[in-house]
């Protein structure tokens, strides 16, 4: 059993930064983060290999966002940066079974709680 607890979540400034952080325990593979407005569905956000070596963004947060991860500490990261009101969301955390994984949903086993991130504009 994973489970996995995200943090850094909050208010900020259009154009500001945000990092969020996953901690996991027990063992994970690839990881990803996901995001959900209100009235929507939740949706990709990025993903890391088990090694770091690969990642994957879906389009909106391309060259705005980076996903890492430090296995020695069984922690992956989200930097957020040059946040748009349109990046409000609870974001979610989530781990796969498998050395990579991708943006479907289906790939992940394990699933945070999720947090808060509002972009005022």
């Known amino acids: 059993q994973v489970q996995l607890v995200e943090s850094g979540g909050g208010l900020v400034q259009a154009g500001g930064s945000l990092r969020l952080s996953c901690a996991a325990s027990?063992?994970?593979?690839?990881m990803g983060w996901f995001r959900q407005a209100p009235g929507k569905e939740r949706e990709f956000v990025a993903a890391?290999?088990?090694?770091?070596?690969?990642?994957s963004y879906a389009d909106f947060v391309k060259g705005r966002f980076i996903i890492s991860r430090d296995n020695a500490k069984n922690t992956v990261y989200l930097q957020m940066n040059r946040l748009k009101p349109e990046d409000t969301a609870v974001y979610y955390c989530?781990?796969?079974?498998?050395?990579?994984?991708?943006?479907?949903?289906?790939?992940?086993?394990?699933w945070g709680r999720g947090t808060q991130v509002t972009v005022s504009s």
């Open positions: 890391i290999s088990y090694s770091g070596s690969s990642t």
């Open positions: 989530a781990a796969g079974n498998t050395l990579y994984s991708g943006s479907d949903r289906d790939e992940y086993i394990y």
């Open positions: 027990g063992r994970n593979y690839a």
